[in-house]
Nanobody, 119 residues
Framework: QVQVVESGGGLVQFGGSMRLSCAAS????????MGWYRQAPGKQRELVAT???????NYAESVKGRFSISRDNGKNTAYLQMNSLQPEDTAVYYC?????????????WGQGTQVTVSS
């Protein structure tokens, strides 16, 4: 059974930094891509950053230059380093892990972790 568990999150001041971690387990195929999405109150869930097993990162325009995603393939763990945080970054952050078998992909989500940036 695949599990995706986030850690980190909490309250941080404007301009501060925070790191989120995401540990995925339970897939004999490993995880092709891992990523972070976020959902603010009243808004749709949006992509923040993703990284493939080949370590090719992809970022939303709003976080480029401030956030950095990395992963430890041996541990199936992804990290999101967030710097220069702004109140607009306040949201529930969700980790996504994709299992890919051939051309078929299956996505698994964590329970989410709250990030609140105070102004």
């Amino acid at each position: 059974q695949v599990q995706v568990v986030e850690s980190g999150g909490g309250l941080v001041q404007f301009g501060g930094s925070m790191r989120l971690s995401c540990a995925a387990s339970g897939s004999i195929f490993g995880f092709y891509a891992m990523g972070w999405y976020r959902q603010a109150p009243g808004k749709q869930r949006e992509l923040v950053a993703t990284i493939t097993k080949g370590e090719s990162p992809n970022y939303a325009e709003s976080v480029k230059g401030r956030f950095s995603i990395s992963r430890d393939n041996g541990k199936n763990t992804a990290y999101l380093q967030m710097n220069s945080l702004q109140p607009e970054d306040t949201a529930v952050y969700y980790c996504n892990a994709e299992v890919r078998v051939g051309t078929a992909g299956m996505n698994y989500w964590g329970q989410g972790t709250q990030v609140t940036v105070s102004s």
